[in-house]
């Protein structure tokens, strides 16, 4: 086997001039061809007819488009061009570029791995011992993926990474450290950056490295939205600040504003606009709906421009990405992705469901319960793995969601297996007029004045891992249109105030009014 097959390339050539629409649907490039010039000359000209309007392609005419290029018209005529375009024409079978275009890309990858240095043994070899081991590396290679060819270089990465980080030989004396792990709980307690809401953050004890985060709940509950809120306020020095109706910059001790933190918000049903409306209601405070609808009353435009600003400023540091059918390989490969290269932290993940390619994965074979709890439980991995913080969403099931008092994971839909491997977990509720009533009942027996607003959702935490609220629920005021958020009160599970709660301020960076204009 050789890492530049001419009769692969020619099959190629002749499926794109059969249907050049196959430019659009798949990422051909130059350097997938590899060592072999006529197949990179026939591609780039074809690619050319294709950009000026071409619909099929003959050979007659590509030969005529080379004929415009000096050094490549020499090329093709001393390699016998025509000929090789003819017959790529007649042996490419359409039916089976799917065939033809993953071999491609396998092979292109190794080439690019052998060039980089990278063991690709198990794919390929120069020269082989005996015919059996040839048959066993070729049908290794035919048998894998790109994916899987990626895996085995990362996986002998980590290995030889994890050998000279955490040394090659393992200390299970629970002694080991025991003192400097004291001493960095004094440096650095327990606590992650903030998310949104004063109670939440604190029971929730923040955005948490390594940490897995779930929430649920009903369609048009806003869980979407608090994903992208959440994941604005970790990401964002600049914002605009309901309390203090200004925008604001977060600044450290020496007055220097605090670096961005690199985050990424992964969309399965939302396209990137959408995100990006929601992301300017957050910053600029103005309500989406004014945004979509180009209607603003005085100072609100110059406030989403302001936001747009902000996030053009800090463009290395959120990324968006659309994920339309995913599943464990391409979730997977997307995170190690953004993680290694892009150097991203923090990741809001929008949201576990069973989408055909997840089940496809294997073959039916296992109930979409199982296929759920494996996707859950591989964004745990991923979190432990590269130390990132993952929070997502499920949806609810309606009847458990029917029934009064406090929700826990019976009322998660599917698979309740999803919250196995969380570290944290809570159901979202609306809140209807008879809970206020009675909130506020006990809200008098507490002594406690009333709100001055009325909560809209409710948080019933039921899986809080190292932390110390459980069973416990947060009464909140969110207005979805522009992420303004308060936090009123938290309860025991049977609607009692806790009365000494005490909510965690970060003092790290203090918030400056910005002047503008």
Known sequence: MELTDKLLNRQIIGCIMKNPLLLVNNKILVEDFGSNRMARILFINIRNLFTNGAKTIEPLEVEQEIERHETSSVIYKQERGFEVLKESFEIAKEENFPLYYTKLKKLALLRELKK??????????????????????????????????????????????????????EDSQASKGIDELIDSFLEQPEMGVELCGAMYNTAMMGARLGKYYLRSGKSGLGKSRLTVFDICKICFPVYWSHKKNCFVKELDEEGSIRPARKSLI????????????????????????????GSYESGELDRVRFAAKIIKQYQEDLFIDEVADPNLTNIQSLIRKYATVD??????????????????????KIREDTALMLLSTQLKDLAKEYNLFITTATQVNADAMNSEGFKDEQSIRSAKSIVDKIDCGAIMVKVEEKECNFLNANLREAGKAPPTRMPTVRFDIYKNRRGQYKNVSIWSYINLGTGEREDLYITTMSGKIIKDFDVFTDNTFRKEEIKRG
């Open 116 to 169: 980089k240095g990278y063991d690709i043994s198990p794919y390929y070899k120069e020269e082989h011992e005996t015919v059996r081991e040839e048959s066993e590396t070729i049908e290794r290679f035919d048998n894998s993926t790109v994916e899987d060819i990626l895996d085995y270089v990362e996986g002998n990465f980590n290995k030889i990474k994890r050998d000279f980080l955490n040394g090659r030989k």
């Open 266 to 293: 992964i969309t399965t049903e939302l396209s990137k606009d959408e995100i990006q409306t929601m992301i300017l209601a957050y910053l600029s405070g103005v309500n989406e709906k004014k945004i979509l609808m």
């Open 343 to 364: 150097k991203v932290q923090y990741v809001g993940y929008d949201y576990i469901y069973t989408s055909p390619s997840l089940l496809n994965q294997f073959d039916g």
